[in-house]
């Protein structure tokens, strides 16, 4: 398997532009999840999904960002319009079972730089 | 704020030493894991102790867990170069609904 593919793997965009990443999670995993990591803020866990429906959002920190996950091998994270401060780089997990309770595969990340 | 702390921040050993990472959390967890990043890279799994265990093994990983203390320690025996990473710890905490918070991670270097 080829793991959890992330597109773009680096993005440089303007503030007030729309921006869309992109995930595929490991064939035949249930769960599905968005993370942000930030050199201030660390790791953070934006939204989840569990058989392609969205669980928990509440680390999704503004309005301005949103999630969908299609069917079960398509994920994305839109943020509209994009602010300098939305720099970081995203990581999209995906896991076998129900969400925490086994190990997640993490995808290599999309570098997001908003100038 | 952060569930999971780290310590130390930074550890520096000589190849071949044992290295020991510790995590506090502040809630009661359903479970605990141990993720490993290296530079640029996602981060990978390298042990999952649940709240009702209290040691597990993995090669020369070996993670310990005390929900009285609400802390877990990382040993790495007889470190190798190719160790050089950042550790994090993170729990899945059940509140309203489940929960998952990194710490703040440690970052090693090993020197060959």
């Known amino acids: 398997d080829a793991g959890v593919i992330q597109s773009p793997r680096h993005e440089v965009t303007e503030m007030g532009q729309e921006v869309t990443l992109r995930c595929k999670p490991i064939?035949?995993?249930?769960?599905l999840f968005w993370y942000r990591q930030t050199m201030m803020r660390g790791l953070e866990l934006l939204i989840y999904f569990n058989n392609n429906v969205p669980i928990d959002d509440s680390g999704m920190p503004e309005d301005r960002f949103s999630a969908k996950m299609p069917n079960a091998s398509f994920s994305t994270l839109k943020i509209q319009p994009s602010e300098p401060r939305d720099s970081a780089v995203y990581f999209c997990?995906?896991?076998?079972?129900?969400?925490?309770?086994?190990?997640?595969?993490f995808g290599p990340g999309t570098r997001l730089t908003v100038t | 704020s952060q569930q999971g702390e780290e310590d130390p921040q930074a550890l520096s050993i000589q190849e071949g030493e044992n290295a020991t990472m510790n995590c506090s959390y502040k809630t009661s967890i359903n479970n605990l894991q141990w993720y490993r990043q290296n530079s640029g890279r996602g981060l990978v799994h390298l042990i999952l102790i649940r709240s009702n265990e209290r040691e597990k093994h993995s090669g020369r990983l070996r993670v310990t867990l005390d929900t009285s203390k609400k802390s877990s320690s990382l040993l790495i025996t007889a470190s190798r170069a190719a160790d050089t990473a950042s550790y994090f710890c993170a729990t899945d905490v059940f509140n309203t609904g489940n929960q998952f918070y990194f710490g703040t991670g440690t970052s090693l270097t090993v020197i060959p």
């Open positions: 064939s035949g995993h249930n769960s």
């Open positions: 997990a995906s896991s076998l079972t129900a969400p925490f309770e086994a190990e997640q595969y």
